[in-house]
């Protein structure tokens, strides 16, 4: 599976941003942010079809992930704080435990997410 991340930028606290990850195969994703001398931390997942959805607390009721027909994977991102800036990456494979990086075989490359105060 190649996952190919988009969406990323500037914005200034309070607003959104909506990343995309476009994937060759249909499989559960994840997303998943990494601050500089921080280890990657999970946002959210979602199933092969949908229907499930998991969010990290500190992004719930903020962030919304979503996928489309066409195999792409959505992360809407509200009310921004500057400690959301980060390489945002989106995650793929077959999960079980889906906070858990090692759970994902396949990663796109990382998009940069900087929120300004």
């Known amino acids: 599976v190649q996952l190919q991340a988009s969406g990323g930028g500037l914005v200034q606290a309070g607003g959104s941003l909506r990343l995309s990850c476009a994937a060759s195969?249909?499989?559960?994703m994840g997303w998943f942010r990494q601050a500089p001398g921080l280890e990657r931390d999970f946002l959210a997942a979602?199933?092969?079809?949908?229907?499930?959805t998991w969010y990290a607390d500190s992004v719930k009721g903020r962030f919304t992930i979503s996928r489309d027909n066409d195999n792409t994977v959505y992360l809407q991102m509200n009310s921004l704080k500057p400690e959301d800036t980060a390489v945002y990456y989106c995650?793929?494979?077959?999960?079980?435990?889906?906070?858990?990086?090692?759970?994902?075989?396949?990663w796109g490359q990382g998009t940069l997410v900087t929120v300004s105060s």
């Open positions: 979602i199933s092969r079809s949908g229907s499930s």
């Open positions: 195969g249909r499989t559960f």
């Open positions: 995650a793929a494979g077959a999960v079980v435990f889906p906070s858990q990086p090692s759970q994902y075989a396949y």
